[in-house]
């Protein structure tokens, strides 16, 4: 048998020892849990909701290009070839030729053949309509900016709920995990007793009965967990599992300053959008509209009937100015004023009452998110409580002197506890995340 190079030998050796880190350190990478940033910047990138606003902002921003690109004159080239099968007929008076007054003779005018080629330039020197149309369109671009950024913080929102949510049936989870391990080791631990004729088959059956219920509790939250793990993957678009951190991480209570909100913003900028059409169809009653032309081209006219054929050109330029100016347009104009003007009144009411709404938005998450902050530290005292009475129970059971009934009651307690402890500092997250965003504090990557 041939013997394999001791070199070779060693780069094989090195390759699978490369291998296995590769594989090793990729397995750990992807089953590190996710932050919250992280999850809220992948959504950022791969949300379709902020995809659509960017290009609709971008659609805007070309669409006041494209109406500005109107200013500009435009210059064309206009070619004209015509056969005339019949000549155009006039009359001719016959007083030029010592007629009589008031009698006509038909003749025809021209040749068959003619060819007109012209440079036009054509432009605008003041039109109403275009340049209200222009101050519009800013006006449209500084509102699709606002609904990107509106896109943003809905994102935000969204995941950050989404991933506390997911944190709180987390550490619910571990809570049981927990209390099922407790709780197995009390089941043999009476089971041994039962042996010794210390404890009954009854005692055995509720601690069984305790256990399934608590596997049935695990279960049910094992699959709401999933389902959030499910969204956040659909929101960054992950294409490996995601898990999120494993505590709640309770935060100091916040006082925020209190910004435009960006629905109040938009109103504003409606308000301008409808006050902007105002003035412009009040200029149109006495404004017109002017612009310019100017053309310079040749014409040529021919002849193909001998003995006198001929094609000559002949050059022809102009230049003009072209007025439009409204005197009656069924008072049209008057009606489109007056719709405005009711539109701003709506917007007027519109906006004071979105701004009463969140006054008083603002006023009820201060107060949850202040009653939450007071509820974490009772509850987390009221848990510890439960927690020595528990283990309590647990010492006088082992010595025989409290029933299991006892100590499933503390068990219940102190899960119970538990649960309120993990569930205020949700709550109290929560109403801290709301108030960011009532008062517009959310960041975002506009």
């Not at 009711?342 to 938005?361: G, I, S």
Request: aromatic share 10%.
């Amino acid at each position: 048998m041939r013997q394999l190079n001791p070199s070779y030998i060693f780069f094989m050796k090195k390759l699978a020892i490369t291998n296995v880190l590769f594989l090793f350190i990729t397995f750990n990478v992807h089953a590190q849990p996710w932050t919250l940033q992280q999850c809220i910047d992948s959504a950022y990138t791969n949300s379709t909701k902020i995809k659509t606003a960017n290009n609709n902002q971008k659609i805007t921003a070309l669409k006041q290009q494209e109406v500005k690109a109107n200013l500009i004159p435009k210059l064309s080239i206009q070619g004209e070839y015509k056969y005339y099968l019949a000549l155009p007929y006039q009359l001719m008076p016959l007083s030029i030729f010592g007629g009589p007054e008031g009698q006509f003779k038909e003749a025809q005018f021209g040749v068959p053949h003619n060819i007109n080629v012209n440079a036009l330039l054509q432009g605008p020197i003041y039109s109403n309509e275009l340049m209200g149309n222009i101050e519009k369109l800013a006006i449209r671009n500084k509102m699709a900016s606002i609904e990107t950024a509106k896109s943003y913080e809905e994102i935000y929102f969204e995941v950050s709920t989404i991933y506390r949510n997911a944190q709180l049936l987390h550490s619910q989870l571990h809570f049981i995990d927990s209390i099922l391990e407790n709780t197995k080791k009390i089941q043999e631990t009476v089971k041994q007793l039962a042996l010794e004729k210390m404890a009954n088959q009854s005692d055995i059956q509720k601690i069984t009965l305790k256990i399934a219920t608590l596997t049935l509790n695990k279960s049910h939250l094992e699959t709401n967990l999933q389902q959030l793990y499910n969204a956040l993957q659909l929101y960054t678009q992950s294409t490996n599992a995601i898990t999120v951190e494993d505590h709640l991480l309770m935060v100091a209570i916040n006082t925020y300053e209190s910004k435009q909100n960006k629905d109040i913003a938009l109103l504003k900028l409606q308000t301008e959008l409808i006050n902007l059409d105002l003035q412009t169809l009040k200029r149109s009653k006495y404004l017109p509209d002017v612009g310019f032309f100017a053309t310079y081209g040749t014409q040529g006219y021919g002849y193909n009937q001998d003995p006198n054929s001929f094609l000559n050109f002949y050059p022809i330029g102009y230049v003009g100015l072209r007025v439009a100016y409204p005197i009656f347009n069924g008072n049209a104009t008057n009606k489109k004023i007056g719709q405005d003007a009711l539109w701003l009144e709506n917007l007027k009411l519109k906006e004071e009452a979105v701004n009463d709404q969140m006054d008083l938005a603002i006023k009820n998450a201060v107060l949850t998110m202040n009653n939450a902050f007071q509820n974490v530290a009772l509850n987390e005292a009221q848990m510890n409580l439960a927690a020595t009475i528990y283990a309590q129970e647990v010492k006088k059971h082992e010595q025989g002197v409290t029933a299991v009934n006892d100590l499933l009651l503390a068990q219940n307690e102190w899960v119970q506890q538990q649960q309120n402890y993990v569930q205020s500092i949700a709550q109290f997250l929560a109403a801290d995340l709301s108030l960011k965003k009532l008062t517009n504090n959310i960041p975002n990557n506009k």
